[in-house]
């Protein structure tokens, strides 16, 4: 027999030349060592794996394949085995370092049996250069170590659900998205259970119509926290797996995590709505503000127009004394009316600027009311119009500015009077309201349109601002009103 031929083995299920065959033709190295770690045969794959030709092995210590510092604990190894008396090996793969000709190390998967040929104890190692696999598993370690990074960084969760549907099989990820725990057990029951009630049913339907139309379920739902009711935002995708049967095996995909682009959007839709009722304020005054420019106009030429032309006629000397009576009236009622727009203009400016001064002292309501009909019974009268007082017998007096007060009470006396067709009633009335007094002021007119009366005590606004519109005005007697009774 060759120097490197396998020994002979006798207790085998393989005869000899079928070993010997094996052996040859083996890409992994195969060394048989006696019971001194002597090696008695090599294969010609030794010289692949560890750089030496099986002839410069044969009579030579396992050691030489070895680091120097394993070479202690493999003979102190098969001393134990050999002290035990055992005559059966199993094979038995592990993962040591080998050493190779040219003095670098490498990772090696090594396998070991028990042999005997004529009662010699024999064993045979099976070795296997695994640099490849391991710089492919360490090159896979950094790939998911990488990936963890990407995905926790995205807050991206794995899952996979076998079918149908029992114990499911997620990420801390996923769990985290599910307000659960790292370790906790998770059943398709509990992932329906942290689903938002008005999500479940929508969200069941669309993993079975995914599952039975074969095509990519994504959907997004919202999970509460079963401690606080918060509420997360997840985003999912995924798909169905299938046997060759076309049976649905498994179920898998990712979880995102999309809470904070939510409320993104509904911080952006609320500073969308705030800067268009923003916008819509700014129309809404720069129209308010061309209407009051255009009625102030009006309102000021109307009387100036009666004015100057009754001043015309009467300088021509040919006016006869009814006509001379009619002018002077027609002159001083159109004073009075353009004097009081400009003071209700002096008003709302010192309103506005917040220079309106109070003269604070005991008033009689009674007293005010009385003054303030007394003012509007002209124009009460020229349209026959009634005004009805009820006063209470019992109201003392009050603190206040008596000219204020009866401002406001000649201001809502004044707008009845103007909103009421002829022959109609106005009504004032001074009631003890629990520890109060209150005055209310009602009229027969046609009243005020429901979508105007949140805007009625706001200046310069009118249901109808048009310069053609029936009643005049600027607007401001009942802003007057609201502020000075504030």
Known sequence: ???????????????????????????????????????????????????????????????????????????????????????????????????????????????????????????????????????????????????????????????????????????????????????AEVTIDLFFDRLDADDRERVRGEIAA???????????????????????????????????????????????????????????????????????????VSRTKDEFLATLSHELRTPLNAIVGWSQILRGGAANPEDLSEGLQVIERNARVQAQLIEDLLDMSRIISGKVRLNVQPVDLSDVIDAAVASVAPAAEAKAIRIQKIVEPLAGPVMGDPSRLQQVVWNLLSNAIKFTPKEGRVQIILKLVNSHLEIVVSDTGAGIKPEFLPHVFERFRQADATTTRRFGGLGLGLAIVKHLSE
């Open 1 to 183: 027999m060759a120097a490197t031929d396998p020994p002979a083995i006798a207790d085998a299920h393989l005869n000899e030349a079928e070993y010997r065959l094996l052996w040859e033709t083996s890409t992994d190295a195969v060394v048989i060592l006696d019971r001194t770690s002597t090696i008695r045969y090599a294969n010609p794959a030794v010289a692949d794996v560890f750089g030496h030709r099986p002839e410069e092995l044969i009579g030579q210590n396992i050691t030489l394949i070895q680091p120097e510092r394993l070479r202690e604990g493999h003979r102190q190894g098969l001393g134990r085995y050999l002290a035990t008396g055992t005559k059966k090996l199993n094979w038995r793969a592990t993962e040591a370092i080998g050493l190779h000709r040219h003095g670098h190390e490498f990772p090696i998967e090594i396998a070991f049996s028990h042999l005997s040929r004529d009662g010699e104890d024999l064993f045979a190692a099976f070795i296997r250069d695994i640099s490849d696999r391991m710089q492919a598993e360490a090159a896979i370690r950094v790939g998911r170590a990488r990936l963890d990074l990407v995905l926790e960084g995205a807050n991206v969760g794995l899952w996979s659900c076998p079918l149908p549907f029992g114990r499911l099989e997620w990420d801390t990820r996923v769990k985290r998205h599910f307000w659960l725990v790292a370790d």
């Open 210 to 284: 995914a599952i039975e139309g074969r095509s990519t379920f994504e959907t997004e739902y919202r999970t509460v926290s079963p401690e606080t009711g918060a509420e997360k935002w997840i985003r999912a995708v995924g798909r169905a797996f299938y046997d060759e049967a076309d049976t649905p095996i498994g179920f898998d995909g990712i979880t995102i995590d999309i809470t904070a682009a939510k409320n993104a959007d509904v911080e952006r839709e609320a500073l969308l709505a705030s800067e268009r009722a923003a916008r819509s304020e700014a129309e809404r």
